[in-house]
């Protein structure tokens, strides 16, 4: 059955939630760390120390008595939700989600359990080789939760039936912040009693891992390829809590063949072709119910397509919901090479379709796949309402701008922020960190930056600012802001660590051989370690994230969580989630502009001066976004994935 998309959008028409309809809370602020200081300051003038305690506890008290009548009036989001702050400086129209939770009070520290904090550390014993694969303590130690932190999530009163269908997912098949996204939305909306499953190829990687160790055939069926079929098998198996399809294309060759997720000796595009018409297939003949498929990124823009065409009679209640999580590629693709699904191209080559408009009269005209799954699914998101925007004013969509723009499309776009995992990435609880910590009980980090420091080989000085980058070192990142702040930081006496590979550590690696090869204060690691990642975030005083462009990042927010104060360009979902602290009240980092070294040296000197100068107001700014890290878990994300599910099943 053929279903034209201009009808199905007309019959399922999603409605997104305006990115300007977030509430502004500048009315009533909470009271800064600066002016509770200034009131402090006058009272001690006047006042025994029994006083002044009375004072603090009385405006905590106010404080409290403020949020909870602003939230009784609906101006106050809950945990989770974006907060706009109209009044902030530019970049224009910052997001940030909401503190998940009142400050808590700060427990002087026990002497018995300060001295069984750093007692049980296993010091680094000079430039101990790869220090950070062994335990880093004698014994495990975790600090508690924090008091009335909220149980697990209610569980839906209609649950529903929801699989995802993808490229990557976290930790079997990760490339990027796609795999993370896919794992932590797909345990989150499980946890809340939904029944989900993730559709993946099964890489021939995989095979043997004991990440899929339980990996178990459910049977062989038959998939239209060409003009004819193929064979493919599926295996179910669980990983990370939730539900898996693997397929393996049988007997085909190369497809899906190699030691990585991409770069296969095998044409990526006829790959993904066959595994979205795989996934469509493996929901009929499993006798899958889906309420919702959720595809993401080009390589499965073909199932939306297919789906409306060929597998709608039969599944008439399922809806389609399309993420982009990037740009960047759009999946081009010959007419020819679309029948790898089994259905001829020529029905999609129109520009109110898939078709590239930018080889019209081109010979061969060619498809995109990116474009024909944001026509077909019946809501379309990115991971960030920054990025969305730029899709559809500025250039970030490139030419799929102009199919953004058109209305019913515009209607059905919206962004969303990622969540992370916040019991992996938990600095309570992380047993590869030589000392926990939280907002509460904060000592450990500066153990951790001890730590590091030492095994580095670093000067084990407190008193230096530590910047810190963990990142993929390709161009978009913005290697040559990176160079240009670690000259900034090695001139002004700071450290800097960077922790990261790509093809683009070219110039980063000629300046960390050559002109630092002697400066102790500069390690850069051209490689990825997840357990050294931890440690770093643990450690870092400030963290560097200057991309040129930024669909989400996740780096940021780990850092936010581990009380790294973020330096951020104002770009994507940077421009989102961190606001600079020259703003006002909520300001959480140091945010920049330009694309010009100039800008980052700004930045990274502002935050180096306010650690040396301010050690105080550094010390509440770090304190407050430890104690708001959960704000930037799933919760929030998820909420607003299951709001878009409801509407376009509505």
């Known amino acids: 059955m053929s279903v034209a998309p201009c009808a199905m959008h007309t019959r399922t028409l999603y409605q997104p939630r305006s990115c300007q309809s977030a509430i502004s809370i500048c009315a009533a602020p909470r009271r800064t760390h600066r002016t509770a200081g200034g009131v402090v300051a006058q009272a001690k003038k006047q006042a025994s120390d029994a006083d002044l305690m009375a004072l603090v506890k009385q405006l905590r008290a106010e404080n409290s008595a403020l949020r909870v009548q602003l939230a009784r009036a609906g101006l106050l989001p809950s945990g989770g939700k974006r907060a706009q702050d109209a009044s902030a400086p530019a970049p224009p129209s910052p997001q940030a989600r909401a503190p998940a939770s009142p400050r808590r009070k700060r427990e002087d520290p026990d002497p018995h359990q300060s001295k069984e904090l750093e007692a049980g550390i296993v010091w680094p014993q000079g430039r101990e080789d790869r220090f950070w694969e062994r335990p880093p303590r004698k014994a495990p130690l975790s600090l508690p939760g924090p008091p009335g932190k909220e149980g697990p999530p209610a569980t839906a009163a209609e649950p529903l039936t929801i699989i995802h269908i993808a490229a990557e997912m976290a930790p079997i098949a990760k490339v990027g912040g796609l795999a993370d996204v896919v794992t932590g939305l797909s345990k989150a909306t499980a946890a809340?009693?939904?029944?989900?499953?993730?559709?993946?190829?099964?890489?021939?990687?995989?095979?043997?891992?004991?990440?899929?160790?339980?990996a178990r055939s459910v049977g062989v069926f038959n998939v239209p390829k060409g003009n004819g079929l193929a064979r493919c098998e599926a295996f179910t198996a669980t990983v990370e809590g939730c539900r898996v399809l693997l397929l393996r294309p049988v007997d085909q060759g190369s497809l899906f063949q190699g030691q990585s997720v991409y770069g296969g000796a095998y044409n990526e595009t006829e790959a993904y072709l066959h595994f979205s018409r795989s996934a469509l297939e493996a929901v009929r003949v499993l006798d899958r119910r889906p309420d919702v498929l959720h595809c993401h990124e080009w390589q499965t823009g073909a199932v939306p397509m297919l789906f409306w065409e060929a597998y709608s009679a039969n599944l008439s209640r399922t809806r389609l919901v399309l993420t982009i999580h990037n740009f960047d590629s759009v999946g081009e693709c010959r007419q020819d090479e679309f029948l790898h699904t089994g259905m001829a191209g020529g029905a999609f080559a129109s520009v109110d379709r898939a078709l590239d408009e930018r080889t019209v009269g081109h010979n061969p005209e060619r498809l995109c796949l990116l474009k024909g799954g944001i026509v077909y699914a019946n809501a379309v998101t990115t991971v960030s309402p920054?990025?969305?925007?730029?899709?559809?004013?500025?250039?970030a969509a490139g030419f799929l701008k102009s199919t953004l723009a058109q209305p019913h499309i515009a209607a059905k776009f919206t962004g969303i922020i990622n969540g992370i995992d916040t019991e992996s990435w938990d600095p309570a609880q992380d047993a590869t960190l030589p000392a926990p910590f939280s907002g509460a009980s904060p000592r450990g980090k500066a153990?951790?930056?001890?730590?590091?420091?030492?095994?580095?080989?670093?000067?084990?000085?407190?008193?230096?600012?530590?910047?810190?980058?963990?990142?993929?070192?390709?161009?978009?990142?913005?290697?040559?802001?990176?160079?240009?702040?670690?000259?900034?930081?090695?001139?002004?006496?700071?450290?800097?660590?960077?922790?990261?590979?790509?093809?683009?550590?070219?110039?980063?690696?000629?300046?960390?051989?050559?002109?630092?090869?002697?400066?102790?204060?500069?390690?850069?690691?051209f490689m990825y370690s997840e357990p050294l990642s931890h440690l770093i975030y643990a450690a870092a005083d400030m963290f560097l994230v200057p991309s040129l462009f930024e669909p989400c990042g996740l780096t940021q927010l780990i850092a936010l969580r581990y009380g790294a104060i973020p330096i951020v360009r104002a770009t994507g979902g940077l421009a989102d989630t961190v606001k600079d602290v020259a703003s006002g009240d909520g300001g959480n980092g140091y945010v920049f502009q330009g694309m010009d070294g100039g800008a980052v040296q700004a930045a990274v000197g502002r935050a180096m001066a306010d650690y040396r100068e301010r050690p105080g107001e550094w010390q509440g700014l770090v304190l407050r976004v430890l104690d708001d890290g959960d704000a930037w878990s799933w919760d929030g994300p998820t909420e607003e994935y299951l709001d878009i599910y409801s509407k376009v099943l509505a």
Do not use: T
């Not at 009693?193 to 891992?209: I, Q, W």
């Not at 683009?504 to 690691?525: S, T």
């Open 447 to 525: 153990l951790c930056k001890r730590f590091l420091q030492a095994g580095l080989g670093m000067s084990v000085a407190p008193d230096k600012p530590l910047v810190a980058v963990v990142s993929r070192l390709v161009p978009q990142k913005g290697i040559h802001l990176m160079e240009a702040a670690l000259h900034h930081i090695a001139q002004h006496g700071g450290q800097f660590v960077l922790l990261g590979s790509g093809h683009a550590d070219g110039a980063l690696r000629r300046a960390a051989e050559e002109q630092y090869r002697d400066n102790a204060d500069v390690q850069c690691l």
């Open 386 to 395: 920054n990025y969305a925007r730029e899709a559809v004013r500025d250039g």
């Open 192 to 214: 809340r009693g939904h029944s989900v499953e993730v559709v993946l190829p099964y890489y021939a990687f995989l095979e043997g891992s004991p990440d899929v160790r339980d």
